[in-house]
């Protein structure tokens, strides 16, 4: 590979032949971490709570909204249907699936992701994304963020590191390909455990992961903790070096989705070098290039 790690656009122009870009989707789905069903709040990050995702539209109006603003850019490109506000596979069965099929229906549409919780893949939830996958390219994105599980209590993530396990393996047994999303930065934190985290995942062979920032916004619990002075972010310098040695961490054939997260600007309090995406991209390309590191040189199984 011509860059240093298996991006996502070039894993696109191999699936697909072309460029393709992600449509976000909101259908109204809650989050059990939200609703009481095992918290409210969400976790201590998460502003999904205060209304900040809002419902705006069929599937097919969203849609056609977004092809709109990427073909703007990107004429060529091929969509994928990010159903991503809270979680998207906890609702009504009958209702998840409408919107499923809706999406596919739509011009352009290439593939769907669904962004999930890994305590949220019942039976009936499982078949119904085993049939999408017969039909699309369908990835599973799972919001693990750490294998650690007192990291996981401090920040009401809802469940366990064998829960995760458990989901993973039931869709890899359906073949259905998966996405983990991990964060950088969570509060109780060193190096030593974000790169056990990296290792950790990497011996499950993911076939996608999302490296994110720890982003501190404004109405989050999460928010209080900074102003109070309980936590650090991290420097751009120490964000870019770990990301570096995760990458190397991971198997050479996982396509790295998400290098860097996005923390909504006008909600953003800290750290606010991190709205620069393209800036932290490049400095983590030249720090690995400046170690010669790159995705899977230390990788193990």
């Known amino acids: 590979m011509a860059e240093r790690y298996f991006s996502a656009s070039a894993y696109?122009?191999?699936?697909?032949?072309?460029?393709?870009?992600?449509?976000?989707?909101?259908?109204?789905?809650?989050?059990?971490?939200?609703?009481?069903?095992?918290?409210?709040?969400?976790?201590?990050?998460?502003?999904?709570?205060?209304?900040?995702?809002?419902?705006?539209?069929?599937?097919?109006?969203?849609?056609?909204?977004?092809?709109?603003?990427?073909?703007?850019?990107?004429?060529?490109?091929?969509?994928?249907?990010?159903?991503?506000?809270?979680?998207?596979?906890?609702?009504?069965?009958?209702?998840?699936?409408?919107?499923?099929?809706?999406?596919?229906?739509?011009?352009?549409?290439?593939?769907?992701?669904?962004?999930?919780?890994?305590?949220?893949?019942?039976?009936?939830?499982?078949?119904?994304?085993?049939?999408?996958?017969?039909?699309?390219h369908l990835t599973v994105e799972l919001g693990l963020q750490t294998i650690h599980e007192k990291t996981a209590r401090f920040f009401h993530r809802g469940y366990s590191f064998a829960v995760f396990q458990k989901a993973f393996a039931a869709l890899r047994e359906r073949k259905i390909r998966i996405c983990v999303h991990l964060i950088n930065g969570l509060p109780l934190e060193i190096d030593a455990d974000m790169l056990e985290t990296a290792r950790g995942i990497g011996r499950l062979r993911p076939d996608a992961v999302k490296i994110h920032l720890l982003h501190i916004l404004r109405d989050t619990p999460l928010e209080q903790l900074w102003k109070a002075g309980k936590l650090q972010p991290l420097s751009m310098q120490e964000y870019v070096q770990i990301t570096a040695a995760q990458l190397s961490l991971l198997p050479p054939e996982t396509v790295v989705e998400r290098?860097?997260?996005?923390?909504?600007?006008?909600?953003?309090?800290?750290?606010?070098?991190?709205?620069?995406?393209?800036?932290?991209?490049?400095?983590?390309?030249?720090?690995?290039?400046?170690?010669?590191?790159?995705?899977?040189?230390y990788y193990q199984t």
């Not at 999904?48 to 004429?75: D, K």
């Not at 739509?106 to 992701?113: K, L, N, T």
């Not at 085993?130 to 699309?136: A, L, P, V, Y």
């Not at 006008?266 to 590191?293: C, E, F, G, Y």
């Open 12 to 136: 696109y122009q191999q699936t697909f032949g072309r460029p393709v870009q992600k449509a976000v989707l909101d259908i109204g789905c809650t989050c059990p971490n939200i609703d009481g069903t095992i918290g409210t709040g969400g976790c201590i990050f998460c502003d999904g709570g205060s209304g900040h995702f809002t419902h705006s539209g069929t599937v097919t109006q969203q849609l056609a909204q977004e092809r709109q603003r990427i073909q703007q850019h990107i004429s060529e490109a091929g969509i994928i249907a990010y159903f991503q506000a809270h979680t998207n596979t906890y609702g009504d069965l009958h209702y998840l699936e409408s919107c499923y099929l809706e999406a596919l229906q739509q011009p352009d549409v290439v593939g769907i992701a669904i962004g999930t919780r890994p305590d949220c893949l019942s039976e009936e939830i499982l078949s119904v994304l085993e049939n999408i996958s017969d039909k699309t």
């Open 259 to 297: 290098l860097t997260g996005d923390g909504a600007s006008d909600r953003l309090m800290a750290p606010l070098w991190s709205r620069d995406k393209l800036a932290v991209r490049n400095a983590i390309a030249r720090h690995l290039k400046q170690t010669d590191n790159w995705q899977g040189k």
